[in-house]
């Protein structure tokens, strides 16, 4: 029986993790990284691509009041005018009159460097936008801007959203995109990069009712983070005071987790009113409203926006999901990631290299292949293969040993509990799929037969 170890998560072992078992680098690293941006590995790009499709399922797939939108990253510079970005959007900035190092004043004390000690200028304010041009010469008709968010996208496209869905409030438009922030200061691995995206919702409701879906997208949010796994005790809502609202929002929560860092933002959501639509069309001379055929008026709608992080949410779910465990006498590190998940949802191991063994366990391989991510490992001993994936957060192993040549049985090892069972390779996709669903069944090795546990 394993027994859990306490403290065992901090962020030195996620950091080593990742760039041991191919989640995260640094990007550029042979030319010494990048400061705050980063590369996604073999099973790091695995596992981003699980969450965003489990939000993307969640939010759009599983919703008739929710389309999809993939808006371009570069955008007329008048949205960010219109915005409120371009005066708005900045941080205070302090320089270190003896190193140089630059801070934003909110986290300093005492008006020293927290490098040196030195003594600070006076803050001044930074913009947070990455500028660039467009076109061949540097002339400032070309300035564009990288987003710093995607909610823009969404907002300049609600007509031509509206028009080719017809949808009825309320209703929302979702995305999932990379964004961009000139950040004065990053750190604490993924949690803060210059480089990240979004999953983003802006939700269109009838103004009087935006107290109502508030709280309704407050819960909601929450509540995915647990079906995925999060525990409770991990994650808080946080009102946002009224000194630090955004310039759009009547109000805001966040969504905290509880990093080894300490509790900081995941998702924040928010009630931005009517004050994006009303912008837009203001700047842009076109109609923002919404034709309610009950009142026989046009009205703006308000919007309530869910906005979370995909790299936050990657780096809660490997926190939340890292353990040590005493197991045998040996410790055992272990990703308890949600199946839906994990990179890998099977690793297939020939018990030997033996070629009549290796033979029947690539046959295994290549059927399970196209149903899910499937790994392939012959190396080392067959422990430290059980070891290496529980690591990684494969929920199964199975095992081809060689009886299974004989009975034409195959061995699954389950990651959280280390029990296994007997299972006829007949019956083995099967099975897998009932227990990556979260099903209990029970395998009659002799028959084949799939029995589930009644009630369940």
Known sequence: MAEKTPGSVTMEKIVSLSQRRGFIFPSSEIYGGLSSCWDYGPLGVE???????????NIVQGRDDMVGLDASILMHPQTWAASGHLEQFTDPLVECKSCHLRWRSDEVADNRCPSCGGELTE???????FKTFMGPLEEEANVVYLRPETAQGIFVNFQNVLTTTRKRLP????????????????????FRSREFEQMEIEYFVPPETADKWFDYWLEERRQWYLSL?????????????????????????????????????????????????????????KEMTYFDEESNEHIVPYIIEPS???????????????????????????LHLHPSLAPYKVAVLPLSKKENLAKAAREVYDDLRPCWMV??????????????QDEVGTPYCVTIDFQSLEDKQVTIRERDSMNQIRVPIAALKETLAAKLAGEDLFVLPEGGQIWKEEGK
């Open 229 to 285: 796994g999060i525990r409770e005790e991990n994650l808080r809502l946080r009102p946002h005071s009224k000194e630090e609202l955004a310039h759009y929002a009547k109000k805001c929560y966040d969504i905290d987790y509880n990093f080894p860092m300490g509790w900081s933002e995941l998702e924040g959501i928010a009630n931005r009113g009517d004050y994006d639509l009303a912008q837009h069309a203001k700047h842009s001379g």
């Open 123 to 129: 803050p001044h304010l930074f913009n947070l936008m």
């Open 47 to 57: 596992l981003k691509q699980n969450v965003k499709q489990a939000w993307w399922r």
């Open 375 to 388: 790994h392939y490992d012959d190396t080392q001993s067959i422990g430290r293969r059980y070891r290496r």
């Open 308 to 334: 979370a992080g995909v790299d936050r949410s990657v780096l809660a779910f490997l926190c939340d999901a890292y353990g040590e465990e005493i197991a045998q006498g040996e410790l055992r590190a272990v």
């Open 171 to 190: 209703f929302g438009i979702a995305q999932i995109g990379k964004a961009f922030r000139n950040e004065i200061t990053t750190g604490n691995f993924i």
